[in-house]
Structure formats: C-alpha cells, structure tokens
C-alpha cells in the first residue's frame, strides 16, 4: 500500500502561484495513475488533475487547463500539481490520490488519499 502526503497549500493572492507536492511511502508514484482533487465548503469533492501511470500522459478539468501542470519526480518519490493565475475559486482543500489502473475523474475510483492541504486564494 501507499501512503501519501501533501503539502504546498497556503493563502495566496488571485494571480498568484503555489506549488503543491505529494510525498508517497510504502511505494513509488510509478506504480500508479496519480490524481489531484479538490473540495470546497459545501461542495462535492472534484477532479482538478491526472498523470497516467504509463506513457505520462496528463488530464485537467476544464475549469484549470492552462493554468496548472501536474507531473512526477521518480527519484523524489513524488507528484506535484503546479497552480498558476490562481482565482479566490480556486479555494478548496486539495487531495492526492492514487489508483493502479488508469486515470479516472471519478474520487470513489481511487484507493489511496492525502490528508488534504488548504489552498486559499484571495481577491
């Protein structure tokens, strides 16, 4: 099994950037499709980011295309999700999650989740 930490979250400025990181243990990231979600207050939790397991391939919610990169360090043992142009709804609790198949939008889909890292940006 793998556990999974993350970290990076803070109070940004809108326009601002942060850079969050998923530390895994017990396992490598290699051996999993990797995901970022995230959940505001009353909301349900949502897909922000994806990175297959094989081939790199990487997936985005519209709602963040173009403004983060999620990507893999193999060495570190670690997934990131880059956050660029931030907007105060981008505001929500962040999560890594990891699942050994393919990359899935769907939170119940993935087996392994973070704690969480608050992410709050503000106008």
């Known amino acids: 099994q793998v556990q999974l930490v993350e970290s990076g979250g803070g109070l940004v400025q809108a326009g601002g950037s942060l850079r969050l990181s998923c530390a895994a243990s017990?396992?490598?990231?290699?051996?999993?499709?990797m995901g970022w979600f995230r959940q505001a207050p009353g909301k349900e939790r949502e897909f922000v980011a994806g990175?297959?397991?094989?081939?790199?391939?990487?997936y985005y919610a519209d709602s963040v295309k173009g403004r983060v990169i999620i990507s893999r360090d193999n060495a570190k043992n670690t997934v990131a999700l880059q956050m660029n142009s931030l907007k105060p709804e981008d505001t929500a609790v962040y999560y890594c999650?990891?699942?050994?198949?393919?990359?899935?939008?769907?939170?119940?889909?993935?087996?392994?989740w973070g704690q969480g890292t608050q992410v709050t940006v503000s106008s």
């Open positions: 017990g396992s490598t990231v290699s051996n999993y499709a």
């Open positions: 990175l297959s397991r094989y081939g790199g391939g990487t």
């Open positions: 999650a990891a699942r050994t198949v393919l990359v899935s939008t769907l939170p119940s889909d993935y087996n392994y």
